[in-house]
C-alpha cells in the first residue's frame, strides 16, 4: 500500500467551439435554390415569388416559413464553450468542489465595421454569474475603437473604452477611458 500518494489537486475542462459565416449574396449557393418554387402559404397554389413575399405578410400568411428570405442567421459569428470541474484536496477534511460553465468570446460580426462580444463565467455549483462583460468594437478605418462593459462580477459596473491607432508602429498613439468600480484596481 502507498499511503505517501495523495491526491491533491484536480482539474478537467473541454471545450467546444461554434462558429457561422455570412453568406456570399452575389452568389447562388446551389443550382436548386435557382428553380426554387414559390407555393402561396394559404392556398398552396404555385405563385411568383414577388406575389409570395407579398402574400406571406398579409393576414392569414405564415410568417414563421422556413423559404422566408429573412430566415437563418446571415451575419459572421462564433463563440466557444468551455465545462470545467477542479477539486482542491490540500485540506483532506473540507475538499472544494467547483464547476463552471465559460462563455469564451460569443462574438457577432454585425456589419463590417462593427463587432460585439459577451464573455461569461457562470458557477454551476452556486448557479450564479460571477462576471460577464460586453465588448462593442468599431473599426474606424485606420483607427478602432473598443468599449468594454463588465455589468457586474470582478471589477463589476465598469468601463473601458479605447481609441487607438491600428498600425503596430504607432500604438502608443491612443486615448483610454475607465469608469467605475474597477477603476480604482487598474483592471
Given at each position: 500500500r502507498l499511503k505517501f500518494l495523495r491526491l491533491n489537486n484536480f482539474r478537467f475542462s473541454a471545450t467546444l467551439r461554434l462558429q457561422g459565416r455570412k453568406k456570399d449574396s452575389g452568389k447562388k449557393e446551389s443550382a436548386i435554390?435557382?428553380?426554387?418554387?414559390f407555393f402561396d402559404p394559404v392556398t398552396g397554389e404555385p405563385v411568383s415569388e414577388?406575389?409570395?413575399?407579398d402574400r406571406l405578410y398579409q393576414p392569414g400568411g405564415d410568417r414563421f416559413d422556413v423559404n422566408d428570405r429573412f430566415s437563418g442567421l446571415d451575419i459572421s459569428w462564433r463563440m466557444s464553450l468551455a465545462l470545467s470541474f477542479s477539486l482542491n484536496n490540500y485540506n483532506p477534511e473540507n475538499p472544494v468542489k467547483n464547476y463552471y460553465l465559460d462563455i469564451n468570446g460569443m462574438e457577432v460580426q454585425l456589419t463590417k465595421n462593427w463587432k460585439i462580444n459577451y464573455s461569461a463565467h457562470y458557477d454551476l455549483r452556486t448557479k450564479q454569474v460571477v462576471n460577464h462583460s460586453f465588448t462593442f468594437y468599431r473599426n474606424l478605418h485606420c483607427w478602432e475603437a473598443r468599449l468594454t462593459w463588465r455589468p457586474s462580477g470582478i471589477g463589476g459596473?465598469?468601463?473601458?473604452?479605447?481609441i487607438n491607432v491600428k498600425a503596430p508602429q504607432?500604438?502608443?498613439?491612443?486615448?483610454e477611458q475607465r469608469g467605475g468600480r474597477s477603476s480604482v484596481l487598474r483592471f
Open positions: 435554390e435557382e428553380q426554387q418554387q414577388q406575389e409570395y413575399y459596473n465598469s468601463y473601458y473604452l479605447r504607432l500604438r502608443d498613439l491612443k486615448y
